[in-house]
């Protein structure tokens, strides 16, 4: 072998010995990448609401402390539902059932656990969620109105605290019609109860829509193997025949 031949081999070694190095680095951040919370902020996985309710209540089982222009509005969308007319409801027309309903859908929701992002993936129009943990709620001057807002969290021992503004007036509350408007803003504490169950205490505040601050829980259970499905909004969906 020459001594071109040796210099040649040696640096051909180097190489791959550099490539095989940086190859093992890469395989161990993208291990060490993988996350895992805590076993009780370990939400992984699929959830389904139980006893989905068409009539938000409050923790004591009554109607909303609704204002004067509130209640006449949810009287004349109750009236519209009896009718079989419901246009006041943003999902007869296939639009999205936007913030805080769509928690309310009878559809499973994929949670995904991150260090700085909780995100929530809804079967229903495949809408996500992202719940951003490193973030600071936007200043109210300053908001987008959006569909599901803007959503920015912390945790408090192991409860999520998440605030939600920014949202638009296109939608309900909830299949009744309890109305709100873009000054809404939304308080979820929502925390484990058991393995397979998880909390949400919503408390929703809105002035010209509710005479004071209003809370309701909502449940979920975990769906062990279960898994999203295709989602394509037609009149053969369940919420088109809710009249």
């Known amino acids: 072998m020459s001594g071109s031949e040796a210099i040649g081999m040696t640096t051909t070694m180097k190489t791959l010995l550099a490539a095989a190095a940086f190859g093992l680095l890469a395989s161990t951040a993208s291990a060490q990448a993988i996350y895992k919370a805590p076993p009780a902020q370990d939400w992984d996985g699929v959830w389904l609401i139980q006893n989905a309710p068409e009539a938000l209540k409050t923790a004591d089982g009554k109607l909303p402390p609704m204002t004067a222009e509130a209640s006449k509005l949810y009287k004349e969308h109750?009236?519209?539902?009896?009718?079989?007319?419901?246009?006041?409801?943003?999902?007869?027309?296939?639009?999205?059932?936007?913030?805080?309903?769509?928690?309310?859908?009878?559809?499973?929701?994929?949670?995904?656990?991150?260090?700085?992002?909780?995100?929530?993936?809804?079967?229903?129009?495949?809408?996500?969620?992202?719940?951003?943990?490193?973030?600071?709620?936007?200043?109210?001057?300053?908001?987008?109105?959006?569909?599901?807002?803007?959503?920015?969290?912390?945790?408090?021992?192991?409860?999520l605290v998440v605030f939600t503004a920014g949202l638009n007036d296109k939608t309900v509350l909830d299949t009744a019609g309890l109305p709100h408007t873009t000054d809404l803003e939304v308080t979820e504490h929502i925390r484990k109860t058991a393995d397979d169950t998880l909390q949400d205490l919503m408390t929703i505040h809105d002035p010209k829509m509710y005479a004071k601050d209003w809370s309701t829980t909502l449940t979920f259970k975990r769906q062990p193997g279960r898994r999203l499905a295709e989602y394509v909004c037609t009149d053969k969906n369940p919420e088109a025949g809710q009249k």
């Open 78 to 159: 109750l009236a519209a539902r009896k009718a079989g007319k419901p246009t006041f409801d943003s999902i007869q027309q296939c639009w999205p059932h936007g913030f805080p309903r769509i928690l309310t859908a009878n559809y499973p929701i994929e949670i995904f656990m991150e260090p700085k992002q909780v995100t929530f993936i809804h079967e229903v129009h495949h809408f996500p969620r992202l719940v951003f943990l490193d973030a600071q709620p936007v200043a109210k001057d300053d908001r987008d109105q959006n569909w599901m807002g803007f959503s920015t969290g912390h945790w408090e021992g192991d409860t």
